[in-house]
């Protein structure tokens, strides 16, 4: 009875420090997966962070870009619209110019197409030379019609030309900006996507 007493309380003892043993593994690994799960929330933490710091600045540049773009494009039109209106300014010289030269020709005209004076109450000799005048005056002033056309031809060509150009220049800028626009929209909601489907560290 004594050696059964004996080895039982040595089963016992057995039984207890296998049991103390497997409590500290089980605690140690407790402890090393709280601290898993500590670095895993930590790093989980710097992640959002540093995805929202970089969504914030990927706005911010956005804007920053779209505002120059859009203060560029205003200066332009501004620019185009003053251009526009010298041409419009020196287009209404010309036209004034060209409606004097019209009085000048018609008054020729006029002179020329009346009759001649009897010839025995004007010299001939100062009838030819009023007519010679008259017809000089003339041809001066279709080379100045002529002159004027050419002219106003250029500076409306000039004008076509300086607003194509610009309109074409803005819409190139604008093409642009809408590009940056759409990459960084892209960039936002891949950082958006990837915040809203990353894992989380399931709890020990």
Do not use: I, W
Request: aromatic share 2%; glycine share 2%; with cysteine.
């Amino acid at each position: 009875a004594a050696k059964e007493a004996a080895a039982a309380a040595a089963a016992m003892d057995a039984l207890r420090r296998q049991s103390e043993q497997a409590q500290e593994q089980l605690l140690a690994r407790a402890e090393k997966a709280e601290a898993e799960a500590d670095r895993l929330r930590t790093q989980l933490a710097e992640a959002e962070s540093s995805a929202e710091e970089r969504l914030r600045a990927a706005r911010a540049e956005a804007e920053a870009r779209l505002a120059a773009l859009m203060a560029q494009h205003a200066k332009e039109l501004a620019a185009v619209r003053d251009e526009s209106q010298q041409l419009q300014r020196a287009l209404e010289r010309e036209r004034a110019l060209s409606a004097g030269l019209r009085e000048k020709l018609d008054f020729a005209e006029a002179e020329l197409s009346k009759p001649p004076p009897p010839p025995d109450t004007r010299d001939r000799d100062a009838a030819r030379a009023a007519r010679q005048a008259l017809l000089s005056q003339r041809q001066a002033f279709e080379a100045a019609m002529a002159a004027a056309r050419q002219q106003m031809e250029g500076v409306g060509m000039l004008a076509d030309s300086a607003t194509s150009a610009v309109e074409s220049h803005v819409c190139d800028r604008l093409k642009q900006c809408e590009e940056r626009l759409a990459r960084l929209a892209k960039q936002v909601a891949a950082a958006a996507a990837y915040l809203k489907n990353k894992p989380k560290p399931k709890p020990p």
